[in-house]
């Protein structure tokens, strides 16, 4: 699959959101970044923001929820009208049943695994979902190095995936920049946060641009 750049408006002007939005007209989707300070230790925004979101830009929203007790919280986010909403397996009860009802809702259903979760637990889960985040750095903060080490991590759930056939998208998100995005690619991943790496660039959508053709290139070869 052609990869996906998903530049996340955390490290964009959160009081010009929709402006924000606008300078990166070409990405595949917007991450919106969901931390509620208890599963991360960081407060961002919520579903009134995303609801304003949806209205004032046209790009799908990918919902990455940094939050506790996602099984009461998420649904709300994917009858919003969210394209993409990812809850973590870590502070999920029921992550099947949530899947589900992000489905069910109309939703892409996403999972997310912190640095130092496995993803071989996860792997009966894949026909369930449409998106495995791994992260590559801890949670709560843009900014950040990359954490190589999850690389291995990377390719076991590419390959993990193909054994599955679910069509499960690969999405990585910490620290994804030109330093970094070809050995993501390389090593499997398919969709791409960018925050600092994007919103610091003098132009955003050509950042957008660039990044999509470095993993378009390094994953071919893959
Ligand atoms: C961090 C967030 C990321 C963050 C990435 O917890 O989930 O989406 O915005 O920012 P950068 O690309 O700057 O590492
Ligand atoms: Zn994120």
Redesign the pocket.
Known sequence: MAPLLCP?L?ASDFARLADEAARVSSADML?V?VMDNHFVPNLTLGLPIVESLLKATTIPLDC?L?IEDPDRWAPAYAEAGAASVTFHVEAARAPIRLARELRAQGARAGIGLRPATPVEPYADMFPEIDML?LMTVE?GFGGQKFLDVVLPKITIARELIRKSGAQVWLQV??GVSVETIERCASAGADVF?A?SAVFAAADPDAMVGQLREMATKAGSVH
Do not use: N
Request: proline fraction near 8%; glycine fraction near 16%.
């Open positions: 996340s955390l991450h970044d990455h940094m985040l949670p998100d910490g946060v925050g």
